[in-house]
């Protein structure tokens, strides 16, 4: 029966990891791939884009019904942008329509469930994580002069977020959640998870709608082609990272 409970334990962490870094690494691709496009270089669209997929992907493990929340009101205020604007589809614009309806629906969750700042804690400790993940990548890859595909980036990444998350997320976040309040908590987290949701709104329909010239349409192919190898990338180092944290003795936390 022990043994069972082991396998069973390792079978779901291999799954929970896995899923949660395939989610990190599409966004990651994506994002990273974008601030290419938008002119980027060097070690800032790494940093940028492991910190923002970070984020995201902890408030969805660790504050699942917030990050739901927020997602949906994101969707939602996206196809109304949509809807009025027409063609004209800008990212500041679509994304805060969108973070503006995530913190409304956060306020009303956080009227209707009370509950602490744990969730906002959770966010910050991923979105610490990834900066940290992203410098140290950036760093090294930049002063050996290595070049590597998504998929190895998004692997790396996923696995030292995971490793620095699951490290910190006991001391950091159980200090932290009393700090903030849970009328704010729950506002910020969904606005942040609803601006994102509104920039891949973007990524997705703004980058593909207004393919004018030869350059549009190889920068959303450069966009578009990013998100496959990340995932795969996401999946295969949040499950590879999530097993061994287990076996090292660390007990990773289940999503709630």
Same mark, same amino acid.
């Given at each position: 029966m022990r043994a069972k409970e082991k396998i069973a334990s390792m079978i779901t962490t291999l799954f929970i990891w896995g899923l949660a870094g395939a989610l990190f690494g599409a966004l990651f691709g994506g994002l990273y791939q974008v601030l290419a496009v938008l002119g980027l270089a060097g070690r800032e669209p790494l940093i940028i884009a492991a910190a923002a997929a970070a984020?995201?992907?902890?408030?969805?493990?660790?504050?699942?019904?917030?990050?739901?929340?927020?997602a949906m009101a994101g969707v939602l205020a996206s196809i109304g942008y949509l809807i009025v604007s027409g063609h004209s589809v800008e990212l500041l614009w679509i994304a805060g329509t969108a973070g503006a309806g995530g913190i409304l629906a956060?306020?009303?969750?956080?009227?209707?469930?009370?509950?602490?700042? *744990?969730?906002?804690?959770?966010?910050?400790?991923?979105?610490? @994580?990834? =900066?940290? &993940? %992203?410098g140290i990548m950036a760093i090294v890859f930049s002063s050996l002069g290595?070049?590597?595909?998504?998929?190895?980036?998004?692997?790396?990444?996923?696995?030292?977020?995971?490793?620095?998350?699951?490290?910190?997320?006991?001391?950091l976040v159980a *200090?932290?959640?009393?700090?903030?309040p849970a009328v704010l908590? @729950?506002? =910020?987290? &969904? %606005?942040?998870?609803?601006?994102?949701?509104?920039?891949?709104?973007?990524i997705v329909g703004g980058t593909t709608s207004s393919l004018l010239s030869s350059n549009a349409q190889d920068s959303a192919n450069q966009i578009l082609s990013a998100v496959p190898p990340g995932f795969l990338g996401g999946m295969l180092g949040g499950a590879v990272t999530g097993v061994v944290l287990q076996?090292?003795?660390?007990?990773?936390?289940q999503p709630h």
């Open positions: 984020m995201t992907t902890s408030a969805f493990y660790s504050a699942m019904p917030v990050a739901l929340m927020g956060g306020v009303f969750y956080a009227w209707m469930i009370t509950g602490g700042g *744990r969730p906002l804690a959770e966010t910050l400790t991923g979105l610490i @994580a990834g =900066v940290l &993940a %992203g290595i070049h590597s595909s998504m998929f190895v980036l998004s692997a790396g990444v996923v696995a030292l977020v995971g490793t620095f998350f699951q490290v910190s997320e006991r001391w *200090r932290s959640a009393r700090w903030f908590s @729950a506002p =910020v987290v &969904a %606005g942040l998870i609803a601006a994102v949701v509104g920039a891949s709104v973007w076996i090292l003795g660390f007990r990773p936390e």
